[in-house]
């Protein structure tokens, strides 16, 4: 943890309150140096555990990562395997560690297609970091933003098919709070690491005003230096939400 860091952004004013990350480069990362795909991703997972310490020392209110989109499946099935394995082991391990450390841990996404033993765990790690009060992290595992918004409409459809609202009451709030982490504040500031300049049906309906900060940095070298660059570029920026500067600026 860079102790400089956290004492040049606590107490900031203009930080994001929530923050998505794309976490995009494992495998390249790995390539580069001869090693197995694997290894990337394990180098991954522990820069997962320093971007949330930095997020909650900077009294960051919500991390979002997205760890396995519903696209990923069509990856060879050996890697396939290695991530479910691994996801497996990170949540029995980190857990009590995020628990410790007052973070609230949610999974987001259609969960019903991991298996039996990785439902289990995901549903006990929720639960032993239940009634924490400090960052929230969510993790974002067999998720796709189209998704998202279909289930949220599904669940809206099925309201008026009981009569509990008509269609004329759908608004933009009605699927607002229904889609995944309605009970969170929006969401400030997404960032792509890998150098891709694309959101990959990540938070769609989420990341409508959203910031966006892309950087070459592969996720396994994303450290708080990274993270910080982010932060400030998100802090210089203006936000009109569809006002003129002048607006803002007066307001």
């Known amino acids: 943890m860079n102790a400089d860091l956290i004492k ?41 555990r320093d971007a949330v310490k930095f997020a909650s020392e900077l009294n960051i209110e919500a991390l979002t990562l997205f760890a396995f989109s519903s696209e990923n499946w069509q990856r060879p099935q050996a890697e396939v395997s290695v991530l479910m394995e691994l996801f497996f082991t990170v949540l029995s391990r980190e857990a009590k560690r995020l628990s410790r450390n007052n973070v609230k841990l949610k999974i987001i996404g259609d969960t019903s297609r991991f298996s039996q033993k990785l439902q289990d765990k995901i549903a006990n790690a929720e639960l032993i970091t239940a009634n924490n009060t400090g960052l929230v992290l969510n993790i974002a595992a067999n998720y796709g933003g189209r998704w998202d918004i279909t289930q949220a409409c599904q669940t809206v459809a099925e309201k008026v098919q009981q ?21 969170l504040p929006e969401l400030d500031l997404l960032i792509r ?9 990540f938070l769609l309906w989420q990341c409508a005003y959203a910031e966006f ?9 994303f450290d708080d ?23 803002v600026t007066t307001d």
């Open 163 to 183: 009569g509990l609202i008509t269609p004329q009451d759908i608004t933009e709030d009605t699927i607002n709070q229904h889609v995944s982490m309605s009970q």
């Open 225 to 247: 230096t990274e993270f910080a660059k982010a932060l400030s570029e998100f802090m210089v920026t203006q936000r009109r939400f569809g006002c003129t500067g002048e607006q």
């Open 213 to 221: 900060y892309f950087t070459d940095c592969l996720w396994p070298d």
């Open 8 to 48: 040049e952004f606590s107490g900031v004013k203009g930080l994001p309150r929530h923050v998505a990350i794309i976490l995009d480069g494992n495998g390249r990362w790995a390539q580069r140096q001869g090693k197995l795909r694997v290894m990337g991703h394990k180098a991954g997972v522990e820069r997962v």
């Open 193 to 201: 690491t890998g150098g891709d300049c694309r959101v990959s049906n």
